[in-house]
């Protein structure tokens, strides 16, 4: 199989991987590691919710080894792909959206969505009630209202 076409699946399928590691595993059994990134620390820039980058730093990065080693293609591929996704999640969750380091920043429509969509799960600071659990891919709706209207939708939601 070509690097490429591994490289692509392994990105896209980790905006559902993530998606479902953030609503079953962080905001299930493992809300103690999660708890700081919404009701963040005063004292330390260091969150535990930071330690769920080595859940997939690890294995890519065995999967870069390995599928270098043995040549293996598809392998490096998907260890690059997953590598991919945790840098632009990266950049987007932390830079771009909760501006924990101010490095850059963005704008524009596609941006505003995801800004706002995950801004909303913020709104709810528990573990349980929350929602827009996934990162590069918010419902739709965000890209179709204007954002007043999609505050106040998403108010009424939160009881
Ligand atoms: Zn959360
Ligand atoms: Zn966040």
Do not use: A, C, T
């Given at each position: 199989m070509e690097w490429w076409i591994s490289f692509l699946f392994c990105f896209t399928a980790m905006e559902w991987v993530a998606w479902f590691l953030h609503k079953?595993?962080?905001?299930?059994?493992l809300w103690s590691l999660h708890e700081d990134h919404h009701?963040?620390?005063?004292?330390?820039?260091?969150?535990?919710?930071?330690?769920?980058a080595l859940f997939f730093a690890v294995p890519s990065f065995f999967a870069i080894l390995f599928g270098t080693i043995y040549q293996i293609d598809y392998l490096q591929g998907a260890g690059y792909g997953v590598t991919a996704y945790g840098l632009v999640y990266f950049i987007i969750?932390?830079?771009?959206?909760?501006?924990?380091?101010?490095f850059f920043n963005m704008s524009g429509p596609y941006i505003e969505a995801i800004r706002l969509a995950h801004h909303h799960h913020h709104q709810?600071?528990?573990?349980?009630?929350?929602?827009?659990?996934?990162?590069?891919?918010?419902?739709?709706v965000y890209f179709r209202l204007p954002p007043d209207e999609l505050k106040r939708m998403q108010r009424d939601r939160i009881h």
């Open positions: 079953y595993v962080m905001h299930g059994f009701v963040p620390p005063k004292d330390r820039k260091i969150q535990k919710n930071d330690s769920f969750h932390e830079v771009v959206i909760h501006r924990r380091w101010k709810v600071q528990g573990k349980y009630g929350s929602f827009n659990f996934g990162m590069l891919l918010p419902p739709f």
